[in-house]
């Protein structure tokens, strides 16, 4: 069996050469973190103050959020990195799905304003946009007055109706989201763009590839029953490379004609970049975030930390994927190569808060070792590759 | 002296003065002047018509409808044109009223308008700083299945602001009717839609206006929470037929 070589990007030498020192790509400095009376761990950077449940005078119940040193008010959009997720990959809401399909939109609707004081439990993106307030708790200790910071947008086509239900779910478990669309029913994609959306997660794969098909970053999440536990001080996002980061043309040549032709075709082309994919952009945003880490001495602490999880082999088909991120002027923190070892061990050891793959195969697989994977719907591999149980519907 | 008169449309049913929410239209807004006798005519009064349609399709013997006042101010054009127009296009105009600048607002509060409908902000603005509800009609080009009625929620949630709005009394009591004739209508396929929008607060203060809506009568079909991001990319999206808030807010942002 083929190796799994990990490769800690500063060891690569000749092949990739990051300033700064080497790095154990195992040890994470994990930073002093005290839980809250609610239960939620805050960082100690971060004021505590008791949190009440407190109901105003229109009867919202609302939690006094605690209050950091800078006024926390929301980002421009053109200065933030934009995600904007959907409210069924935010929160999960099956049940609720189930009264739609079976009883329709108006008992759906009632239903939804009935229960309007129970929060939504999490959802699949929910670790993942808590470990993005993180990194802005961390950015704003830094750079007080900068707007270069992860904005996070709730752009749902749920009815207004569900709003405060929506709200009162948001501010039960602390999450700071002080914008979003609730459009009742019309496509939110207009509403990405107009929020200069970088990248939006959804639970709805139609959804999911017309934002692609704009050129906005995208996948479809899904609910696991098996989650593992994340970092709550580190983000870590995982990209597959091909059809990913990367356009899907080499793995038009695999489907097409198969390993060895594979092979040949990435040797003889080693020095020619290979075309960027759908996701390449935000991780060129988590980069601009990461350097702001690196220019204050906290590389080593750095709250953002990203991965190559491919099946190219590190020895041969894996240099044109490195030398592409090379040349893009793109970091990566740790490159693993997997010569078509299956991804699930390797990303449950990494654990991150989201991994981008575009064959479905692997994403169930990461979700069945309690990954979340998302799954981006572009190129080939989409004509191959279905769904092995019934994603999420409307 | 003098100088307004009002004509009844004696083509359309009168309706019931005191359940009818009472809209004034100028005739700038609806007819677009054009070379030859009649003239073109705007998209908003059109889904008013279908709104009203829609109602006594519901329930013929509906009272709560849009009662439509046409105004002219402008002595320019004739009245006989403004009726003939009114006639070719069918538009059910309940009375036209021909004033002028001056007498404006009287007109209006003569004849219980609960919103005045124009393209020119200076006197949206004359009428709504006199305490009647005013709203600048958008320049829509497309072609909508309803009629979108947006709110300002930064207004709602704003109750201590001073000087309290003129209109803000209007605002309120129209909200109510609007969401009472909101609620003859399903879900989808309504021909009446309204749209909140928050630009400066955050969540919080979109969940309070929407609370407030709801404890007027008035249930919302969409919500948009800007927190401070500029307004215009996503109105431009949004395309309300015209915008109800504090004061007269200009559309085109």
Redesign the interface.
Known sequence: FAAVLMFPMSLLGILYCPRGMSLDPVQVKELNVSPSPNGDSRASWEEEEVEEEEE?R???A?KTKPVSVTDL??P??ENAVTVAVSSRVLFRTELEQRVFEQKG??EY?RYQIEHENEPFAPGPAFPFVKALETVNARLRELYPQSEELFDIVLVTYN???V??RL??T??HHNLF??????????SPI??L???QTNLYLSADADKVREALAEGIAAATMFMTEKLTEVSESQLRVAFDGDAVLFSDESERIFKAHGLDKFFQHEQDNEDTLLDHGPLKGFLEALGKLQKKFYAKGQRLDCPIRTYLVTARSAASSGIRALKTLRAWGLEIDEALFLAGAPKGPMLEKIRPHIYFDDQMFHVEGAAEMGTVAAHVPYGVAQKHNQPQKPGARK | MEMVSTVQNTDVKQKDADRALVVAVTTRAVFDAAAGDVYGMGVAFPLLQKVNERLLEKNPAESLLFDVVLIATDSQQQSSRIISSTSHYGLEVGRFCFSSREDLVETLVVNNVQLFLSTDRDEALQVSQKGVLSALLGRQEAPSESLRVMLCGDAIVRPDCDPVPASRGAAQSFSARLGEMRGRFGVSGSPLSIVLVTSSGGSKSCGVALQTLRSRGLSVDEAYCLAGAPRGPILSLLRPHFLLGDGVIDLED
């Open positions: 105003d229109l009867g919202i609302t008010s929301s421009k959009p939109v108006e609707l009815h207004a109706h709003g405060i709200i009162n948001i501010n989201i002080e914008r979003f669309c609730m459009t009742g029913g019309s207009g509403y763009k107009a929020w």
